[in-house]
């Protein structure tokens, strides 16, 4: 579901104004015989890899978001590790003009099973990649992964 309900239901109230929201993204990672892949999706959008994210829903906890994103997305099993970095991201102006910008909870997780192919419309696209031999992605979303692989014992914050 590209949309969630509750942000449609906001929309109706607020327009196309700026939207506070919570977000999950989850650099999945497993191990392959030459080292460490990274599991990417194809932004239907966009056409960007990026690691999969979402919107948290209303309750939810960011980290089970992020196992859910990657089922839904990417039609593979997951299990968050740790957060990694948690982050605020510029404003992201929408083709329609809405806005909106994301506390962005960064986990890196473990596959734990399933072939990735595109699950739900949202990616055309969906593979990993050994973590030396990344396709091409935005600043942002390389950064994403670079921290999830560096892994180091503390979050990083900002």
Same mark, same amino acid.
């Given at each position: 579901?590209?949309?969630?309900?509750?942000i449609?239901?906001?929309?109706?109230?607020?327009?196309s104004?700026?939207?506070?929201?919570?977000?999950?993204?989850?650099?999945? #990672?497993?191990?392959?015989?030459?080292?460490?892949? #990274?599991?990417l999706?194809?932004r239907?959008?966009?056409?960007?890899?990026? +690691?999969?994210?979402?919107?948290v829903?209303p309750?939810?906890? +960011?980290h089970?978001a992020?196992?859910?994103? #990657?089922?839904e997305?990417?039609?593979v099993?997951?299990?968050? &590790?740790?957060?990694?970095?948690?982050?605020?991201?510029?404003?992201?102006?929408y083709?329609?003009? &809405?806005?909106?910008?994301?506390?962005?909870? #960064?986990?890196?997780?473990?596959?734990?099973?399933? &072939? +990735?192919? +595109?699950?739900d419309?949202?990616?055309?696209?969906a593979?990993?990649?050994?973590?030396?031999?990344?396709p091409?992605?935005?600043?942002?979303h390389?950064?994403?992964?670079?921290v999830?692989?560096?892994?180091?014992p503390?979050a990083?914050?900002?």
């Open positions: 579901m590209p949309t969630p309900d509750f449609l239901d906001l929309r109706a109230k607020v327009g104004s700026r939207l506070w929201l919570s977000g999950a993204t989850a650099v999945v #990672v497993r191990e392959a015989a030459d080292g460490e892949e #990274v599991l999706v194809r239907a959008d966009t056409g960007e890899w990026s +690691p999969v994210a979402g919107i829903d309750g939810e906890h +960011p089970l992020a196992v859910r994103e #990657v089922a997305e990417a039609g099993q997951a299990a968050v &590790d740790r957060l990694v970095w948690l982050t605020v991201t510029g404003v992201i102006t083709a329609n003009g &809405d806005q909106t910008q994301y506390i962005d909870h #960064v986990f890196r997780c473990s596959w734990v099973g399933g &072939d +990735p192919y +595109p699950a419309g949202e990616a055309t696209a593979a990993f990649f050994p973590a030396a031999a990344l091409e992605m935005t600043a942002r390389l950064e994403q992964v670079r999830a692989l560096a892994n180091q503390e990083r914050l900002g």
